[in-house]
């Protein structure tokens, strides 16, 4: 299966700021996904990364508060913006062929903002 | 939408007993994977079910899917503290270009 390396792992930010988080495959893949886990949670799923045109965001989430570039197929970025304690959680990317067998998931990016 | 239950929420089992996780769909399923979780860190695929009355077997844990296609079992036999974690069923539908519905969570702990 794919290589994903996800960088930063942990990061303690400052309410106001924003931080960009990054995802890197080390093989071309059809799908990639950001999803967000809160504290005690489950997955949600932030947006679907398309490469080359804007990103597909679930109910819930905006391109605003969680811009998504995807400018080839194998990275992808997602920013959090504007970050508030709310947005404390763990952000994975995840990668996958269209139609075709599992998902594969980053070790993801812990986020605490104080 | 679909929603997946998965139960228990959690589970202590001392090592070298058996035990099962349920994930219940609230929707037919199309495709159904298990992933584990260590606290804090990304998940680990497991194994994946799409086919009614399906069974999947790695090492000693053992996976189904009922012939209605509307609940998956997770066993585990002779448990042991790397087993410890987070274990997560995750599905997609038809259409969705692989989007993945998680279930609630089963935290395991292995006690010696």
Known sequence: SAVISQKPSRDICQRGTSLTIQCQVDSQVTMMFWYRQQPGQSLTLIATANQGSEATYESGFVIDKFPISRPNLTFSTLTVSNMSPEDSSIYLCSVGQAHQGPQHFGDGTRLSIL | ?112
Not at chain 2, 66 to 75: A, G, I, R, T, Y
Not at chain 2, 85 to 108: E, H, M, N, Q, V
């Open chain 2, 1 to 112: 939408s679909q929603e997946l239950e998965q139960s228990p929420q959690s589970l202590i089992v001392q090592e070298g007993k058996n035990l099962t996780i349920n994930c219940t769909s609230s929707k037919t399923l199309y495709g159904l994977y298990w992933y584990k979780q260590k606290y804090g860190e990304g998940l680990i695929f497991l194994m994946m079910l799409q086919k009614g009355g399906e069974e999947k077997s790695h090492e000693k844990i053992t996976a189904k899917l009922d012939e209605k296609k509307q609940q998956s079992s997770l066993h585990i036999t002779a448990s042991q503290p790397s087993h410890a974690g987070i274990y997560l069923c995750g599905a997609d539908s038809p259409g969705t270009a692989s989007k993945l519905t998680f279930g609630t969570g089963t935290r395991l702990q292995v006690t010696l």
